[in-house]
């Protein structure tokens, strides 16, 4: 298929999707030009003709970039994102912009200042979140894979309840140029596919060091391993914190599945502890919106975006323009973040809560260097909700991303991939790896989504 | 922990946020489930910063050069106007106030 035909498929799939909410910006006018472009390319690249959905916090020049925001309304970038440029550059065309919470902040994609997105197998329930738009068009068989980010789990979770695949890579491994700031020390450009395969090569492709990111690391090319016949010689520890008692039967039932079908392919199966693992939502919760204070505290109203008009100084103005372009999510999250790095605060949460993060990370160190090579947990302690059912209380939002937020904070690599179903909806299955093992993980998830049937239906 | 409409008031100001009057309520009372939520870290053990960084490369500092990197469109295109010492700039946006 030529990416022209690609273009004009996925025009139309966008069109027939348009119910999801799921897009914020695309047209036929640029699918065509990508198109024309990747047509144009004198050797065809690893993605060539692949149409990837772009999360709306990845800047392009081609159209805006609102973040999901009011604040944003209207902005084009006059640079593009070293990952989107990274596509082109394997011959992907970039399909569209997706909806997300707004800068990134939320589990459910319903605080977007442009309307939530709906989940695409049950219009009352939530696709996740923050990168809900993503997962949704992929769920929806409209691109075969899609750029989310993650701060705190926000593509695996989506991929969990849209029952697809999300990768979290290393931090460092992507480059964030060209990412909007939320959390500096979590956020990683992640990747949405149908399958794991088709995750890994958009990956592969928008990995490595970049010169404009100073926290990439200079590593070997992320290779893109097929799944191993067997799973023999692999240890798969499950660490005991993330199977509470309390766990929903129906993702308890898919991920026992998925452990008895690894023992079957041949792996060893090893409980192990992450103690500090309980501290992980509260942790998250200090030191990312501490420093999403820091880095919003560029919209102004003078750099970027709309600016609202009033009587009074330049302050008065900053105000003003704040207090109308975010909406609630953000401004709770910027308070909370000041207030934990205020006067008389800092100590008792901010620096307290790196020295926890600190601690997380030390039992992932201390469980891989035991001899385990991933671990297996749930991705999300319930299948997708209902949307509204967690807006009223800000902290059972948060909990959406017990299982999840762990990876962020200590940096690791992480995928999740659908398991099976509850009452009709995925269930999600998520392994972590230590640093830089993307590759090996990759293929064990690829095995291991090959012996099962993930929409088969696992709750009594 | 309990946080009072002043401390919010006070963040607030601190954040150049504005915020309703009408709005102090609820904010005072979410602020305040967030705040005693994470307020369980007292029970983690640990008390500071610790110098262990969770990136695989520590702290990574770029080279200090200056390397401009083109942009897609030029600088004349965002303020094509140069008026008494002022760049006259595009208007890049309109906030809906209703």
């Known amino acids: 298929m030529s990416a022209g035909e690609a273009a004009r498929e996925v025009g139309q799939r966008l069109r027939a999707a348009s119910r999801l909410n799921a897009t914020l910006a695309w047209s036929d006018a640029a699918l065509e030009a990508e198109a024309a472009r990747v047509d144009a390319m004198p050797v065809p690249g690893p993605l060539h003709g692949m149409p990837v959905a772009v999360k709306d916090n990845i800047v392009t020049t081609e159209q805006p970039t609102t973040c999901g925001s009011r604040m944003l309304a209207g902005y084009v970038s006059p640079f593009n994102a070293t990952v989107t440029d990274r596509l082109r550059g394997a011959g992907a065309l970039i399909a569209c912009k997706t909806n997300l919470d707004e800068f990134a902040m939320g589990s459910s994609t319903e605080h977007s200042a442009y309307g939530r997105v709906l989940h695409p197998l049950d219009p009352d329930r939530v696709p996740g979140g923050s990168s809900g738009g993503s997962a949704a068009l992929v769920a929806a068989g409209v691109v075969p894979a899609a750029l989310g980010s993650e701060t705190g789990g926000s593509v695996r979770q989506p991929a969990s309840f849209c029952g697809v695949v999300g990768v979290k890579p290393t931090y460092g491994r992507v480059s964030r140029y060209g990412l909007v700031a939320f959390g500096s020390s979590l956020d990683c450009v992640s990747v949405f596919g149908r399958t794991v395969s088709d995750a890994q090569r958009v990956l592969a492709s928008i990995a490595g060091l970049d010169p404009l990111d100073a926290t990439t690391v200079d590593q070997p090319p992320l290779e893109t391993l097929p799944g191993p016949a067997s799973l023999t010689g692999r240890t798969i520890g499950l660490p005991r914190e993330y199977f509470p008692p309390d766990l929903h039967p129906g993702v308890k039932a898919g991920c026992d599945a998925a452990i008895a079908r690894m023992k079957e392919l041949g792996a060893r199966i090893v409980e192990v502890s992450l103690p500090h693992a309980r501290f992980a ?180 | 922990m309990s946080v009072t409409p002043e401390d919010v008031r006070h963040v607030a100001r601190l954040a150049e946020l504005a915020v309703e009057e009408a709005d102090l309520p609820a904010l005072t009372a979410q602020l305040d489930r967030i705040v005693s939520f994470v307020a369980q870290l007292e029970g983690a053990g640990a008390s500071g910063p610790d110098a262990s960084v969770a990136a695989p490369n520590g702290t990574a500092l770029r080279p200090d050069l200056v390397n401009p990197r083109p942009l897609a469109r030029p600088p004349a295109a965002f303020a094509p106007e140069f008026i008494d010492g002022f760049f006259l700039v595009p208007k890049l946006g309109v906030m809906d106030e209703s």
């Not at chain 1, 750099?303 to 372009?325: C, F, H, P, Q, W």
């Not at chain 1, 948060?398 to 690599?413: K, R």
């Open chain 1, 281 to 460: 939502v509260p942790t998250y919760y200090i030191l990312a919106p501490a420093e999403a204070a820091a880095n919003l505290a560029r919209f102004d109203g003078a750099r970027y975006g709309a600016r609202v008009t009033v009587e009074g100084d330049i302050r008065a103005m900053y105000r003003a323009t704040r207090g109308l372009g975010f909406g609630a999510e953000v401004r709770r999250r910027i308070l909370t973040g000041t207030y934990v790095l205020s006067a008389g605060y800092h100590d008792a949460y901010y620096n307290r809560a790196q020295g926890v993060r600190a601690r997380i990370a030390g039992d992932f160190a201390l469980v891989f260097a035991s001899g385990v090579d991933f671990l297996f947990t749930p991705t999300t302690p319930t299948p997708a909700f209902k949307a509204g059912e967690k807006t009223a209380d800000p902290v059972a939002m948060y909990l959406a991303d017990v299982f999840v937020c762990s990876a962020n904070l200590a940096g690791l690599p992480a995928v999740s991939l659908p398991v099976g179903r509850s009452e009709g909806l995925p269930v999600g299955g998520q392994f972590m790896a230590p640093h830089f093992q993307e590759a090996g993980m990759l293929a064990c998830a690829a095995t291991l989504e090959r012996h099962l049937d993930a929409t088969r239906e696992v709750a009594r």
